[in-house]
């Protein structure tokens, strides 16, 4: 009897979830452009779950990015963003913490991220030690 054989099923590279209070948590598994991409993905379908309550202007988007993994594709993550954030239509407030683990990064993704953002999105970024105190700062009062 031969035995099947069975397709891989690649793994997810970013995982989605959700908190309490409406917190999108996007999790990286490993650093790679497939992540990215995949991160990229999970935000358009989220902004397209949400659009009426967005358009009616009732909430506001909170994402926790967890990059602990490690740092992924600078410059590719920054065209990918440019590319979502362009796709997504209206001026929808945003709250997003991202949690990494290179204070190095850190500084530079603060400055890199003006290139990116909306004028209505808020951004706080958390060192890898921060988990909580993110989602803290993404928690409605």
Request: hydrophobic content about 40%; some cysteine.
């Amino acid at each position: 009897m031969a035995m099947q054989k069975l397709d891989h099923i690649p793994q997810p590279t970013c995982i989605r979830t959700m908190l309490p209070g409406n917190i999108h948590v996007l999790t990286y598994t490993e650093v790679s452009r497939r992540a990215v991409d995949e991160l990229a993905q999970h935000i358009l379908d989220i902004y397209h779950e949400n659009q009426a309550e967005l358009a009616k202007g009732e909430t506001i988007l909170s994402f926790l990015i967890d990059s602990r993994v490690g740092s992924q594709p600078i410059k590719y993550t920054l065209s990918r963003m440019r590319q979502t954030v362009g796709r997504i239509e209206g001026d929808h407030g945003t709250q997003i913490a991202i949690i990494l683990s290179d204070n190095l990064m850190m500084n530079m993704l603060r400055t890199l991220s003006n290139q990116v953002m909306r004028r209505s999105d808020v951004l706080h970024i958390f060192g890898a030690d921060e988990y909580e105190a993110a989602i803290a700062w993404l928690r409605p009062d």
